[in-house]
């Protein structure tokens, strides 16, 4: 399945390193599938390719087929538990992802090419992968800055022969709260203007730090930022996302279902989401998941993830994406 039959692609863009846009890419591909759309995920940071990892499937290798190459396949489309749905269960839809990273004979191996290069495996990414004919959204994960990557990838998707006016694509621009990161993630807005790629919104990531033991958030970088950023360029505040080292962090380094506090039932903290309402409310119950358990190796991550704190912020922000996927072109402030 080429670019041109996917209804929707969003490239997850930031002008600056460490703001955490595979996490994002992530959990904005985790919380589509959980509301039940088939999802994609192509990382294109060439040099930093840590999809695979977020994923959990770093030792997965892609396979060559008549035409290109096939995704793998994180999760297929089915039934899962998750105490906040209708009848304890929800049903999600399958999710997929293509890394460089899956070419890489060792995770440590460094990727060293010149602009040329890099230009043309992201064009081979974009047009030689076989995505599911189901796919309804592509996420697409990006290196900091605005350079060859990103030229390319523009290139591509800006194309009326590869992406047609009858899909949506529109970037999420990911910053911190800092003043030094709004600085550099404002130039990547102005690249979306120059180039004509709308933005569908802002996230403000790490806006805060969840304490492990009582799930309050303390603003330790500050607060505001992203969505200052957001009003001054006209296009739409997504969200504000804490760090949640203990439950978002646990989740992927060590596999573990999030819990929070020393009983079962933390709560969950309270997190600005979609354009500045604030919502709290109680964390699903964990059970006995723990490392190594046998529970723990049949659960899949989406599943996990529903315990997770940033989970309900994130499908707020999925729920105002998919509502208006158009987004805007992003206008410099007078």
């Known amino acids: 399945m080429s670019l041109t039959s996917i209804p929707h ?15 994002v890419t992530t959990q904005l591909a985790l919380s589509l599938s959980l509301a039940g759309y088939t999802v994609s995920v192509l990382d294109i940071d060439l040099t930093g390719p840590s999809i695979p990892r977020f994923f959990g499937v770093e030792k997965a290798k892609i396979k060559q087929a008549p035409g290109g190459w096939l995704p793998v396949q994180i999760h297929p489309s089915t039934t899962i538990s998750d105490a906040s749905a209708a009848g304890n269960e929800r049903k999600v839809g399958a999710l997929y992802c293509m890394s460089l990273g899956f070419l890489l004979q060792d995770r440590g191996d460094a990727v060293v090419w010149r602009g040329p290069k890099k230009t043309a495996m992201v064009k081979q990414l974009l047009s030689d992968v076989l995505w599911p004919p189901e796919t309804e959204y592509l996420i697409i994960d990006t290196p900091p800055g605005t ?4 030229i390319s990838m523009a290139t591509q998707l800006l194309d ?10 529109s970037a999420v621009i990911v910053t911190t709260p800092q003043a030094i990161a709004t600085a550099d993630v404002r130039k990547e807005l102005t690249f979306c203007q120059k180039v004509g790629l709308k933005v569908a919104g802002v996230v403000e990531n790490m806006a ?6 009582c799930g309050e958030v303390t603003n330790v970088f500050s607060k505001g930022g992203g969505q200052v950023m957001a009003r001054d360029w ?22 573990k279902r999030p819990q929070y506090g020393a009983t079962e039932e933390a709560q969950t903290p309270r997190i600005v989401s979609n354009g500045g309402t604030e919502s ?55």
Not at 290 to 302: C, F, I, M, N, T
Request: net charge negative; proline share 11%.
């Open 147 to 150: 350079s060859d990557e990103h």
């Open 280 to 334: 709290s409310g109680s964390a699903i119950p964990n059970g006995d998941h723990s490392k190594g358990s046998p529970s723990q190796a049949y659960e899949k991550l989406v599943e996990k993830y529903t315990s997770c704190s940033l989970c309900p912020p994130f499908r707020e922000m999925t729920k105002v994406m998919t509502e208006n996927p158009v987004g805007n072109l992003p206008q410099p402030p007078d």
């Open 208 to 213: 805060g730090f969840v304490c492990p033991c």
């Open 9 to 23: 692609i969003i490239p997850v863009l930031s002008g600056k390193g460490g703001v955490g846009k595979s996490s």
């Open 234 to 255: 006209g296009v739409q505040f997504l969200g504000s996302v804490p760090l949640d080292g203990d439950g978002w962090g646990r989740l992927i380094e060590e596999g």
């Open 160 to 169: 009326p022969e590869r992406v047609t006016q009858s899909q949506t694509l």
